[in-house]
Nanobody
């Protein structure tokens, strides 16, 4: 079972920036996140959870929702078993609870091409992001 610690959420004004972190661990010796693809999702009350950014297990391939392209950057630090979501030029519509999720797929550079919420089996607890003046 994976354990997630999400941090970095909060209240920010429109146009501001936040960086979400998602540190993942497991109660096994030598655990590494390197085998897992990661997704960041967000949810607004009354709406379905939306995938906003994905990164392959290798870190070479990323994919973004159209609504965040050019503003959000997903990255990962293998040594720290941590994934980040840098969010710039935030808008009111970016408000929501942000979740990171992990799953092992086939390890190819295409593994995050079409994945969505139902493909991920391990989820963090969520972090609230509020964009408001």
């Amino acid at each position: 079972q994976l354990q997630f610690v999400e941090s970095g959420g909060g209240l920010v004004q429109p146009g501001g920036s936040l960086r979400l972190s998602c540190a993942v661990s497991a109660p096994i010796s030598g655990f590494t996140l390197d085998y897992y693809a990661i997704g960041w999702f967000r949810q607004v009350p009354g709406k379905d959870r939306e995938g906003v950014a994905f990164i392959s297990s290798s870190g070479r391939v990323t994919r973004y929702a159209d609504s965040v392209k050019g503003r959000f950057t997903i990255s990962r630090d293998s040594a720290k078993n941590t994934v980040y979501l840098q969010m710039n030029n935030l808008k009111a519509e970016d408000t929501g609870v942000y979740y990171c999720a992990a799953e092992i797929f086939d390890g190819s550079d295409y593994e995050v091409d079409s994945v969505g919420e139902r493909d991920f089996g391990f989820w963090g607890q969520g972090s609230q992001v509020t964009v408001s003046s």
